[in-house]
């Protein structure tokens, strides 16, 4: 270093020798400084902290949790709420064993006959014409005058009466007319409804059976027994509808012209025509007649069914037609207690009903009807009177469910083997 650079420093340093006295409290005003101006920041820190961890904010905390937690006894509700959806769960699998569990005409025949007499189907046969001749006095059902009652009451005016008891309008006097209208009001007033058992599909076929054969004859009485299933439904039906009724004349149904599984409406080009499913003939056999047959596929019903539900594991499906005559205010009415749940009895086990228990079915829907208007002078309607009302004809294809759960065990092994070797003819698996 130069000697005028050191002069030059020595000149700086004592500067500080001048002002010596004053280095001290300097000194102690730089230590306080970097003591205490964190300070403030510290503290503030401090304060949030401590106010994150006090005990008024820990007891808002507490308190807050304290309305989320469950009560001591949730457990128990939550228990409770869970066993009643099992139970709804178990309910709705019993609702659709009972739905098909319903009394049978015989207990002698399904699966298999308990004995081998040929008597065996014919007595099945009485019995299902019985049950449809009770069906119908439970109803109040009558017919209009025959033929014999016509000429009875005509007496010498019996010439007015044609081939079939048809009037002959020309020959029929004043007086003719007066005691035919009398005669034909008396039939009417004496009925709540109007119904030949002729046109209940099964009637006459039982009425004129000849045994072809065991297999044969235990599909027939199987397939009948789902018919009179049926029937006994659409008989509740009119039964609830004309409750109150007095005659066929007060009634909202005042006609059943018949049920049946043989025809169809088949849509062609935007219209529906009438046709007619050729009869199961067998050798041997006086009379013919279409029973119930299973719908495999969406084309062998009656109608295509908007609800798209054929045989399946779980269910059968049938498709039947119901024609009346009702009160043209009546119609929509009908068609809701038709679908509506009603009342059986439930068969027990091995068909013993030791203590009766009732339960509900609910098993038809409808798929197409018609409503056509009528011309009381027709001859189909000439003998029959349907008071002041106007009425119409309703026409309806149905659809008819049947759990398989309530009857599988007691359903013919023909049947079961029919059901499947149509599914393979078929192509098609039966739909789940």
């Known amino acids: 270093m130069d000697i005028p650079q050191f002069k030059d420093v020595l000149q700086k340093l004592s500067v500080f020798k001048r002002h010596s006295s004053l280095m001290v409290p300097i000194i102690i005003v730089l230590v306080a400084a970097l003591l205490f101006l964190p300070t403030p920041i510290m503290s503030s820190r401090l304060r949030a902290k401590m106010s994150q961890e006090s005990v008024t904010n820990i007891s808002r905390q507490v308190s807050s949790l304290r309305k989320d937690t469950p009560a001591s006894g949730q457990w128990k509700l939550e228990k409770e709420r869970q066993q009643a959806y099992r139970n709804d769960a178990n309910q709705i699998s019993l609702l659709a064993k009972e739905l098909t569990q319903r009394q049978l005409l015989s207990d002698k025949i399904f699966p298999e006959p308990t004995e081998r007499s040929i008597s065996l189907f014919k007595d099945y046969g009485e019995l299902f014409r ?38 002959k309008r020309s020959t029929l006097s004043g007086a003719g007319t007066e005691i035919k209208d009398a005669l034909c009001r008396s039939k009417a007033e004496s009925a709540q409804v109007y119904c030949n058992p002729a046109g209940l599909s099964g009637y006459e076929f039982w009425g004129g059976y000849q045994y072809a054969g065991t297999p044969e004859a235990i599909e027939d009485c199987w397939y009948y027994q789902l018919a009179y299933w049926i029937i ?73 069914p908007f609800t798209g539900r054929v045989c399946n594991s779980d269910i059968d499906v049938v498709h039947f037609n119901v024609s009346l005559i009702v009160n043209a205010k009546e119609v929509l009415r009908f068609m809701q207690q038709l679908c509506s749940a009603k009342e059986h009895i439930v068969r027990e086990f091995g068909g013993q009903v030791q203590s009766p228990r009732k339960a509900k079915h609910n098993q038809i829907t409808i798929l197409e009807s018609k409503i056509s208007s009528i011309n009381r002078q027709d001859v189909i309607h000439d003998l ?28 013919p092994m023909s049947v079961k083997q029919s059901q499947v070797i149509q599914t393979i003819t078929t192509g098609m698996e039966p739909r789940r």
């Open 384 to 411: 029959y009177r349907y008071g002041e009302d106007a009425v119409v004809e309703l026409d309806l294809i149905c659809e008819y469910v049947f759990s398989k759960k309530g009857y599988e065990d007691i359903k």
């Open 232 to 304: 006994e439904d659409v008989i509740d039906t009119i039964n609830a509808m004309n409750s109150g009724s007095n005659s066929v004349l007060e009634s909202s149904v005042k006609r059943l012209l018949g049920i049946d599984y043989g025809s169809g409406l088949e849509r062609t080009a935007g219209t529906r025509r009438k046709t007619t499913v050729r009869a199961d003939v067998r050798p041997g056999r006086k009379t013919t007649a279409v029973p119930p047959s299973y719908v495999l596929t969406i084309e062998e019903g009656l109608a295509v």
């Open 130 to 167: 019985n049950g449809v001749d009770e069906l119908l006095g439970e109803v109040n059902a009558g017919e209009c005058p025959s033929v014999a009652e016509l000429k009875r009451s005509l007496g010498t005016l019996s010439g007015g009466i044609g081939r079939g008891g048809r009037f």
